[in-house]
Protein backbone atom coordinates (compact mmCIF):
# COMPACT_ATOMS: atom_id res chain seq x y z
CA UNK A 1 0.00 0.00 0.00
CA UNK A 2 1.54 3.28 -1.11
CA UNK A 3 1.81 5.72 1.89
CA UNK A 4 2.72 8.47 -0.39
CA UNK A 5 -0.09 9.19 -3.28
CA UNK A 6 -0.11 11.52 -5.56
CA UNK A 7 -3.46 11.14 -7.49
CA UNK A 8 -2.94 13.09 -10.71
CA UNK A 9 -0.85 11.68 -13.07
CA UNK A 10 -0.65 14.35 -15.09
CA UNK A 11 -1.18 18.19 -15.44
CA UNK A 12 -1.62 20.06 -18.36
CA UNK A 13 -1.51 24.48 -17.51
CA UNK A 14 -1.04 27.48 -19.55
CA UNK A 15 1.88 29.77 -19.20
CA UNK A 16 1.51 32.45 -16.76
CA UNK A 17 -1.10 30.43 -14.65
CA UNK A 18 -0.87 28.62 -11.26
CA UNK A 19 0.59 25.20 -11.37
CA UNK A 20 -1.09 23.28 -8.15
CA UNK A 21 0.34 19.74 -7.58
CA UNK A 22 -1.37 17.82 -4.72
CA UNK A 23 0.08 15.09 -2.44
CA UNK A 24 -1.58 12.81 0.13
CA UNK A 25 0.16 10.56 2.78
CA UNK A 26 -1.10 8.24 5.21
CA UNK A 27 2.03 7.52 7.88
CA UNK A 28 1.30 9.85 10.87
CA UNK A 29 4.99 9.70 12.05
CA UNK A 30 6.24 11.25 8.75
CA UNK A 31 7.49 14.80 9.95
CA UNK A 32 9.52 16.12 7.37
CA UNK A 33 8.06 16.19 3.32
CA UNK A 34 10.18 17.19 0.04
CA UNK A 35 9.70 17.98 -3.86
CA UNK A 36 12.10 16.82 -6.29
CA UNK A 37 11.67 17.44 -10.03
CA UNK A 38 12.74 15.56 -12.98
CA UNK A 39 13.48 16.27 -16.33
CA UNK A 40 13.51 13.38 -18.60
CA UNK A 41 16.93 11.55 -18.78
CA UNK A 42 17.84 13.00 -15.74
CA UNK A 43 18.27 12.20 -12.13
CA UNK A 44 15.68 13.58 -9.65
CA UNK A 45 16.75 17.38 -8.10
CA UNK A 46 15.80 18.95 -4.62
CA UNK A 47 13.03 21.55 -5.20
CA UNK A 48 11.67 22.30 -2.31
CA UNK A 49 10.87 21.19 1.57
CA UNK A 50 8.69 21.39 4.41
CA UNK A 51 8.80 20.31 8.21
CA UNK A 52 5.76 19.69 10.14
CA UNK A 53 6.14 22.35 12.61
CA UNK A 54 5.03 24.65 9.66
CA UNK A 55 2.45 24.93 7.45
CA UNK A 56 4.06 27.14 4.58
CA UNK A 57 7.52 27.41 3.12
CA UNK A 58 8.04 29.83 0.45
CA UNK A 59 11.26 30.11 -2.17
CA UNK A 60 10.72 32.01 -5.11
CA UNK A 61 8.12 30.52 -7.31
CA UNK A 62 7.29 27.84 -5.42
CA UNK A 63 5.45 27.41 -2.25
CA UNK A 64 4.81 24.19 -0.78
CA UNK A 65 1.61 24.32 1.76
CA UNK A 66 1.35 21.02 4.34
CA UNK A 67 -2.22 20.27 6.27
CA UNK A 68 -1.10 17.85 9.09
CA UNK A 69 -4.56 17.01 9.89
CA UNK A 70 -5.78 16.33 6.14
CA UNK A 71 -2.31 14.66 5.38
CA UNK A 72 -2.16 16.61 2.13
CA UNK A 73 0.34 19.01 0.69
CA UNK A 74 0.40 20.99 -2.59
CA UNK A 75 3.31 22.77 -4.20
CA UNK A 76 2.24 25.92 -6.06
CA UNK A 77 3.76 27.42 -8.82
CA UNK A 78 3.65 30.88 -9.37
CA UNK A 79 3.89 32.37 -12.68
CA UNK A 80 4.13 28.25 -14.42
CA UNK A 81 6.38 28.77 -17.29
CA UNK A 82 7.54 26.20 -20.21
CA UNK A 83 11.05 25.24 -18.45
CA UNK A 84 8.61 24.08 -15.65
CA UNK A 85 7.22 21.19 -18.07
CA UNK A 86 9.02 17.49 -15.73
CA UNK A 87 7.67 15.39 -13.55
CA UNK A 88 7.23 16.08 -9.83
CA UNK A 89 7.53 14.21 -7.46
CA UNK A 90 6.90 14.27 -3.71
CA UNK A 91 8.38 12.48 -0.74
CA UNK A 92 8.53 11.75 2.96
CA UNK A 93 10.28 10.85 5.76
CA UNK A 94 10.37 10.03 9.87
CA UNK A 95 13.44 11.50 10.28
CA UNK A 96 14.83 8.08 9.93
CA UNK A 97 16.71 6.55 7.25
CA UNK A 98 14.20 6.33 4.37
CA UNK A 99 12.42 8.63 2.13
CA UNK A 100 8.80 7.20 0.35
CA UNK A 101 8.31 8.52 -2.90
CA UNK A 102 5.21 9.28 -4.90
CA UNK A 103 4.52 7.98 -8.15
CA UNK A 104 4.71 11.65 -9.86
CA UNK A 105 2.63 14.00 -11.42
CA UNK A 106 3.86 15.46 -15.04
CA UNK A 107 3.33 18.87 -15.71
CA UNK A 108 3.22 20.64 -18.93
CA UNK A 109 3.16 24.35 -19.49
CA UNK A 110 1.91 25.49 -22.49
CA UNK A 111 3.24 28.71 -24.03
CA UNK B 1 33.28 18.16 -8.56
CA UNK B 2 31.57 15.52 -10.84
CA UNK B 3 28.70 15.02 -8.49
CA UNK B 4 26.96 11.48 -8.58
CA UNK B 5 27.87 9.52 -11.39
CA UNK B 6 26.70 5.92 -12.59
CA UNK B 7 27.85 3.63 -14.81
CA UNK B 8 26.81 2.40 -17.19
CA UNK B 9 24.39 4.38 -18.47
CA UNK B 10 22.08 1.30 -20.69
CA UNK B 11 22.11 -2.34 -20.46
CA UNK B 12 20.74 -5.13 -21.53
CA UNK B 13 20.67 -8.43 -19.44
CA UNK B 14 19.28 -12.06 -20.22
CA UNK B 15 17.60 -13.61 -17.39
CA UNK B 16 19.95 -15.14 -15.17
CA UNK B 17 23.39 -13.19 -15.92
CA UNK B 18 24.68 -10.84 -12.81
CA UNK B 19 26.03 -7.78 -13.19
CA UNK B 20 26.74 -4.27 -11.09
CA UNK B 21 25.71 -0.85 -11.22
CA UNK B 22 28.23 1.28 -10.15
CA UNK B 23 27.70 4.20 -8.58
CA UNK B 24 30.36 6.86 -7.09
CA UNK B 25 30.12 10.38 -5.64
CA UNK B 26 33.03 12.79 -5.03
CA UNK B 27 31.18 15.37 -2.53
CA UNK B 28 32.07 13.58 0.47
CA UNK B 29 28.56 12.44 1.22
CA UNK B 30 28.02 10.07 4.28
CA UNK B 31 24.72 9.13 3.26
CA UNK B 32 24.42 6.91 -0.16
CA UNK B 33 21.41 4.82 -1.59
CA UNK B 34 19.77 3.18 -4.67
CA UNK B 35 16.03 3.67 -5.53
CA UNK B 36 14.32 2.31 -8.66
CA UNK B 37 11.84 4.52 -11.00
CA UNK B 38 8.73 1.96 -12.74
CA UNK B 39 5.81 3.80 -14.29
CA UNK B 40 3.15 4.70 -11.47
CA UNK B 41 5.34 3.42 -9.00
CA UNK B 42 7.49 6.73 -8.19
CA UNK B 43 11.18 6.10 -6.92
CA UNK B 44 11.05 3.37 -4.67
CA UNK B 45 14.13 2.68 -2.06
CA UNK B 46 16.28 -0.81 -2.33
CA UNK B 47 19.11 -0.57 -0.29
CA UNK B 48 20.42 2.96 1.53
CA UNK B 49 24.36 3.51 3.52
CA UNK B 50 24.14 5.61 6.18
CA UNK B 51 28.76 5.56 5.76
CA UNK B 52 31.36 3.47 5.05
CA UNK B 53 30.98 -0.36 6.48
CA UNK B 54 26.64 0.06 7.15
CA UNK B 55 24.12 -0.90 4.67
CA UNK B 56 20.98 -1.58 5.15
CA UNK B 57 17.48 -2.71 3.26
CA UNK B 58 15.18 -0.25 1.89
CA UNK B 59 11.63 -0.67 0.61
CA UNK B 60 12.34 -3.39 -2.24
CA UNK B 61 15.50 -5.14 -1.37
CA UNK B 62 15.00 -8.32 -2.99
CA UNK B 63 16.86 -9.32 -5.74
CA UNK B 64 19.95 -7.09 -5.22
CA UNK B 65 22.72 -6.78 -3.25
CA UNK B 66 25.24 -3.37 -1.84
CA UNK B 67 28.42 -2.80 -0.01
CA UNK B 68 29.63 0.27 1.43
CA UNK B 69 33.51 -0.38 1.47
CA UNK B 70 34.76 3.56 0.84
CA UNK B 71 32.90 6.93 1.37
CA UNK B 72 32.92 7.33 -2.45
CA UNK B 73 31.71 4.09 -4.12
CA UNK B 74 28.40 2.30 -3.66
CA UNK B 75 27.94 -0.48 -6.07
CA UNK B 76 24.39 -2.20 -6.74
CA UNK B 77 24.73 -6.22 -7.76
CA UNK B 78 21.86 -8.47 -9.23
CA UNK B 79 22.92 -12.11 -8.66
CA UNK B 80 20.38 -13.07 -11.11
CA UNK B 81 18.31 -10.87 -13.08
CA UNK B 82 14.93 -11.41 -13.61
CA UNK B 83 12.57 -9.27 -16.01
CA UNK B 84 10.60 -7.53 -12.53
CA UNK B 85 14.19 -6.06 -12.54
CA UNK B 86 13.40 -4.05 -16.08
CA UNK B 87 13.82 -0.46 -14.55
CA UNK B 88 15.48 2.63 -14.34
CA UNK B 89 17.88 2.85 -11.27
CA UNK B 90 19.16 5.85 -9.67
CA UNK B 91 21.78 6.23 -7.40
CA UNK B 92 22.18 9.67 -4.68
CA UNK B 93 23.93 11.00 -1.81
CA UNK B 94 23.46 13.52 1.08
CA UNK B 95 25.93 14.91 3.22
CA UNK B 96 24.05 13.92 6.50
CA UNK B 97 23.05 10.68 7.34
CA UNK B 98 19.34 11.24 7.12
CA UNK B 99 17.28 10.59 3.97
CA UNK B 100 15.39 13.91 4.56
CA UNK B 101 18.74 15.91 3.78
CA UNK B 102 18.63 17.27 0.04
CA UNK B 103 19.93 14.51 -2.13
CA UNK B 104 21.99 14.40 -4.94
CA UNK B 105 20.98 11.97 -7.78
CA UNK B 106 22.99 10.58 -10.41
CA UNK B 107 21.72 10.31 -14.12
CA UNK B 108 20.50 6.87 -13.80
CA UNK B 109 21.07 3.65 -16.04
CA UNK B 110 18.15 2.13 -17.74
CA UNK B 111 18.49 -1.70 -17.41
CA UNK B 112 16.37 -4.03 -19.84
CA UNK B 113 16.31 -7.70 -18.61
CA UNK B 114 14.71 -10.52 -21.40
Known amino acids: DQQVKQNSPSLSVQEGRISILNCDYTNSMFDYFLWYKKYPAEGPTFLISISSIKDKNEDGRFTVFLNKSAKHLSLHIVPSQPGDSAVYFC??????????FGGGTRLMVKP | NAGVTQTPKFQVLKTGQSMTLQCAQD?????MSWYRQDPGMGLRLIHY???????DQGEVPNGYNVSRSTTEDFPLRLLSAAPSQTSVYFC?????????????FGPGTRLLVL
Open chain 2, 27 to 31: MNHEY
Open chain 2, 92 to 104: ASSYGGRAGETQY
Open chain 1, 91 to 100: ASTDAGNMLT
Open chain 2, 49 to 55: SVGAGIT
